[in-house]
């Protein structure tokens, strides 16, 4: 059988088993209550919530009974004890609890059942056939989970490396949890009670389930990396597990029902002195002793947690019952951390896909472990426990998957390198935003970083990885300063070396296509110096000549037309990149106009501006909406008075332009080719255009941000 066809077949077999616990777990019936066991065993449980059909029952009191048509029971504490091979350690005992069980079962399945309560009042209740989702607790999930990630653990492993002996050992111990760790989330979780035959079933597979996991522990650290012996103990193993079993399942062993519980917990310390020995032989060998310590770890950490929080206090006595959940999540580890150390040995090839539905369930599980210690242990609420998990949980969880999937999974791709020309292509086609923008949106696109900003303050010669990968810096296209980027992927993942040498050969597209719009504008540029010189040159001294020898009324038609084409040279010719010069020979033109025509011109200059473009075009753009504008005031309207204002108001420039002289509001106004220029060149510029009256004078006011695009949050256009 291929390798996808044996993962098919795991599959279909997860999935069978998992519908099967959801199966018997919501096919029971339904009261709606919520009980709190005491941890008195003789004490009546406390009901802590009511829905459903209990609704009308109070909570905050205790539930002394429940009778039926032709019985009545009287609650204990250990009636709702979610594992009862940990609470009685006798069989007299262990066959009571079930007895009760039974008869609890049989009377909520009437059609009414009565509800004795603390304060003396009596409740009738009508059980629901079914338990809805929603009243499923946590615990349940979390076994459920345990179970069949422990199955497909199992199965993935088996699908690549049928043949190794360890493999098949240490698949066993998979499918053991997920006999055990299935079978307690259904009966685990009851509301109350369940018949006996399905009861017994499930509770028979669980302790079945407990001597195979513990055989195949065993067996798989005693031939990983090679077999301590000639022959297999596995066998043996496997065969004193199942005496266990039987043992326990006819009741005929002195040490009762935990006899399987018991059988876990000595076969711990065998497997660590076991470990220790493969340790020993594997002195000079790196890499078994690398694998080794996968196993070391993940058996210390779950194996460890569910032997010394779980079955030895059981065994000793102690309630254990409500951490009885996180031990199966522990346990989930424990096959985990043996999967990635046989991946890390090189005992079967798992592609980047598998490792991740590990990966996640492996993070799943340290926030629900995290978050049981500090509750159990710390103290603290489950809501600040929860917060708390998550939060340590992630910031340990990313560096470590990014770390193992770097040398596990080093050859498998990450990103679809041949969708970057269409992703490039719907970039820099889109004219209307700024080559900034643009590298921006190319970043974001690729990478999608939990946090894109830029820094003008850092200078890189190249991109480079930051903080072991948790931050990317790519060096601007246009401005000097940094993109930085932090955890890709929306925060799932770190940067790596591919990601690298990604950004590398988009920046490379990028920095030619900004070389090629450059030239564009060069030529561009060039060619409206040329205009500009013939219209000077040709035109305009063909119309000098025909002033010289006309007059009256031809002269100043002709007077008027050279003036207009005086105004069209200025705008054609591109600024010297000197923004200060620029503004004095724009001034100094202003006024020889304003004198020309009569008009009182008032020019003022309060702000301080920059010293050279804060982006390409800044100072020519800024220019030329100057220009344009009084253009329009002299042209357009009959002013008496021209007031032109440039002030600074932090890193923006706010530039007004004033007259006496419209003839219309501006409400009525037809914006033309020059309105409609100055304003996109204010956008282009990430500023504001605003047009407005005041007193019979009409304001042009334009706001110009003058620093680099995200430096400060500016508009775009």
């Known amino acids: ?39 008195s065993a003789d004490r009546p449980p406390d009901i802590t919530a009511a829905t459903g059909p209990a609704a009308s029952v109070p909570a905050g009191t205790q539930l002394i009974a429940i009778a039926g048509a032709a019985d009545r029971i ?18 007299a005992d262990y066959n009571r609890f079930f007895d009760r069980q039974h008869r609890l079962a049989q009377m909520l399945r009437e059609q009414v059942v009565f509800l004795e309560l603390g304060d003396g009042s009596t409740v009738p209740v009508q059980p629901q056939p079914g338990r809805p989702w929603s009243d499923l607790p946590f615990g349940f999930w979390v076994q459920f ?23 098949r050992w240490c698949v066993l111990a998979g499918v053991g949890i997920m006999l055990a760790a299935c079978t307690a989330a259904v009966f685990s979780t009851r509301e109350l009670a369940l018949p006996l035959p399905l009861f017994s079933v499930l509770s028979s597979l669980n302790r079945l389930g407990t001597c195979l996991a513990s055989a195949g522990f065993i067996a798989t650290i005693w031939l990983y990396p090679v077999s301590l012996t000639r022959r297999s ?37 065998v497997a660590m002195l076991l470990a ?34 779980i079955l030895a206090p059981a065994l000793a006595g102690r309630d254990v019952g409500e951490l009885t959940p996180y031990a199966f999540g522990a346990l989930l580890m424990t096959v985990l951390g043996l999967t990635l150390g046989v991946a890390r040995y090189r005992l079967f090839d798992l592609d980047r896909w598998a490792f991740r539905i590990l990966s996640l369930v492996a993070g799943g599980f340290a926030v629900l472990l995290l978050d049981v210690l500090l509750v159990q242990l710390m103290q603290q609420t489950q809501e600040v426990a929860l917060v708390s998990s998550l939060l340590i949980a992630g910031w340990l969880y990313f560096p470590a998957r990014q770390w193992l999937s770097d040398r596990l999974f080093s050859h498998t791709r990450q990103l679809a390198i041949a969708d970057v020309p269409a992703l490039l292509r719907d970039v820099l086609i889109n004219e209307d935003v700024s080559r900034s923008e643009r590298q921006r949106s190319c970043l974001q696109r690729l990478f999608a970083p939990l946090q894109l900003s830029f820094n003008a303050a850092l200078s890189v010669p190249e991109p480079r990885l930051e903080e072991d990968g948790l931050a990317l810096h790519v060096p601007g296209i246009v401005d000097q300063g940094v993109w930085e980027m932090r955890m890709a992927a929306h925060g799932q993942r770190l940067f790596n070396n591919r990601d690298l040498n990604l950004v590398a050969a988009i920046q490379a597209v990028l920095e030619q296509f900004v070389r090629h719009e450059e030239a564009i504008a060069r030529n561009i540029e060039t060619e409206r110096r040329r205009v500009a010189q013939d219209l000077h040159d040709d035109v305009g001294a063909r119309l000098l000549t025909l002033l010289h020898r006309s007059t009256g009324e031809h002269a100043e038609e002709i007077r008027r037309t050279l003036s207009s084409l005086r105004e069209t040279v200025y705008a054609l010719v591109p600024s010297t990149g000197n923004i200060a010069g620029a503004l004095a020979d724009l001034r100094a033109e202003t006024a020889d106009r304003c004198d020309a025509a009569g008009i009182d011109l008032h020019w003022s200059e309060a702000a301080a501006l920059p010293e050279r473009d804060p982006c390409p075009g800044w100072g020519q753009d800024l220019v030329r909406i ?24 932090g890193n923006e420039l706010v530039m007004q332009i004033s007259n006496d002289g419209a003839k219309t509001p501006p409400q009525s106004w037809q914006p033309g080719i ?17 047009v407005a009256t005041d007193a019979g004078r009409v304001h042009l006011r334009f706001v110009l941000p003058m620093t680099r695009p995200g ?7």
């Open 674 to 690: 020059g309105m409609r220029g100055m304003r996109g060149r204010a956008q282009r510029l990430g500023g504001t255009m605003e």
């Open 74 to 91: 009287a609650l204990l504490g250990d009636d709702l004890h979610p594992e009862p091979q940990l609470a009685f350690l006798g069989y």
């Open 145 to 167: 989970v345990s179970g069949l990630g422990s199955l497909l653990a199992g199965g993935a492993l088996l699908a690549f490396r049928s043949a190794d002996a360890a493999v």
């Open 711 to 717: 430096q400060q949050p500016v508009a775009r256009g």
């Open 233 to 269: 103990p596995g066998f043996a193993l496997l065969g004193a597990g199942v005496l266990v079993w039987l043992g326990e399942s006819f009741q005929c062993l002195p040490t009762g029902p935990a006899s399987s519980v018991l059988f876990a917990t000595i076969g711990f310390p």
């Open 626 to 649: 100057l220009r344009e504008a009084i253009g329009n005031a002299l042209r357009h309207a009959s002013p008496q008075r021209l007031d032109i204002d440039l002030t600074g108001r």
């Open 1 to 39: 059988m291929t390798p996808a066809r044996s993962i098919a077949v795991v599959g279909l077999l997860t999935l069978g088993i998992g519908l099967a616990c959801l199966g018997a777990t919501l096919g029971q019936p339904w009261l709606g209550l919520t009980l709190d066991r005491q941890r």
């Open 276 to 309: 220790l020995l493969q340790w020993r032989r594997r002195t000079l060998d790196l890499r078994a002793k690398a694998a080794l310590k996968w196993f070391l770890l993940s058996w210390l950490g779950g194996g460890g947690f569910f032997v010394f929080a």
